[in-house]
């Protein structure tokens, strides 16, 4: 019954192992070995007597736990699942305990304590034991309940083929852990579907707009969809050194439309779009809206020009400062000829008239475009903030 190729010398306290030389199967015992206490114990022993056979044949294994072969692993692979169909809950809890930190542990016995019903028995294997592969955690994540689940998330590595079965079957918990988990990868697909579930769960949004392998367009999207709220903490939580990325993410996607601003642009976005498809929206163009006194497209196109938000754009031209329209201007690389017809129109009727207009010339061969568009930057996150 366990004869093995290798031969295995068990003493009752001894130490497992193997003779030199060894060219047959057999097991070398002393009298009251820890097998015969085995045979005992499986064939008519109490539950106590098992378990008592179970740490003991485990303390054995552990013990030299990183000297044994793969052959004299199979051996105690075998007698411990002998044991274990045998056990009660809590005896196999403390198994699962024990073996799942271990690289060497018995593989069939670690495969059968991971698929058990009981998560507190398959838990400690699920989310720590290196002997499962991805192809034995992912026909667990298939077809086990919400708690297994939860145990794989945890793993400390996580593989894109396995988080697309997790996202996809997983409930709030579980897909929360996983966008937690720094050591799971994504495919497009799962990041994908991370976006989706987080859309209207703020906790959610949070975790994954501060991940670092979020792809671009997938943040752009989580950002446009996010609230004010959830904008705030991931500008709160993230790096310094991915702040500005964040920044940039959140100017893009408009997300700072002015409260304030109770305008539809839809014609003007139209009009720019399909100046812009035949290559034709430039700096002349805006000077004829400015001509014009079409101030909706005067926004949209400098908006357009300067990768600014409309929102951002209307504010500035319709607010109180100015010198709050010279960062657009300059970030759309505009000339001063054209700057200075955008203030004389708004300032038309104002006192003072000719001496903003030096000032305002003054600061604007001064302005970089750099500092405009950082400027621009941090007033769009700042308005989608309040």
Known sequence: MFSRKTIVK???????????????????????????????????????????????????????????NDEQITVFDDVLCLLVDKLERTALEELGKRLAPVDTAPIKLIKRLARDDEIAVAAPVLTNSKRLSTTDLIAIARTKGQAHLLA??????????????????????????????????????GFDRLVEKADGDDRLAEIVGLRKDLPSNLLQELLRRAGDAVLKKILLLVPPERREEIERAIAKVGKLISKSVEHNYD??????????????????????????????????????????????????????????????????????????????????????????????????????MATAQRTLRFTSVRAATQ
């Not at 106590?48 to 000297?67: G, K, W, Y």
């Not at 945890?154 to 720094?182: C, H, P, W, Y």
């Not at 079409?294 to 109180?320: F, Y």
Request: net charge positive.
């Open 10 to 68: 068990v003493h009752q306290f001894g130490r497992l192992t193997t003779p030199e030389n060894a060219t047959e199967s057999v097991f070398t015992l002393q009298p009251l070995s820890l097998i015969d206490e085995l045979e005992a114990a499986v064939r008519d022993g109490s539950a106590d007597s098992r378990v008592q056979t179970l740490r003991r044949i485990t303390d054995l294994f552990l013990h030299d736990a990183n000297r044994f």
């Open 152 to 189: 794989i998330s945890e793993r400390a590595i996580l593989e894109s083929q396995l988080t697309d079965v997790l996202v996809g079957r997983g409930d709030g918990k579980v897909v929360f852990t996983l966008a937690k988990n720094a050591g799971a990868t994504f495919s497009q697909r």
């Open 267 to 368: 014609h003007a976005e139209r009009r720019i779009a399909a100046l812009a498809s035949a290559g034709k929206l430039d700096e002349s163009a805006l000077l004829a809206f400015v001509q014009k006194r079409e101030k909706d497209e005067l926004v949209v196109a400098l908006a357009r020009m300067s990768s600014t938000p409309i929102g951002t754009v209307a504010h500035l031209l319709g607010g109180h400062r100015n010198d709050a329209i010279l960062f657009p201007c300059k970030a759309a690389g505009l000339s001063w000829a054209t700057v200075e017809l955008i203030l004389r129109d708004r300032l038309a009727g104002r006192p003072a008239f000719d001496e903003i207009i030096k000032l305002a010339r003054r600061d604007y061969a001064k302005l970089t």
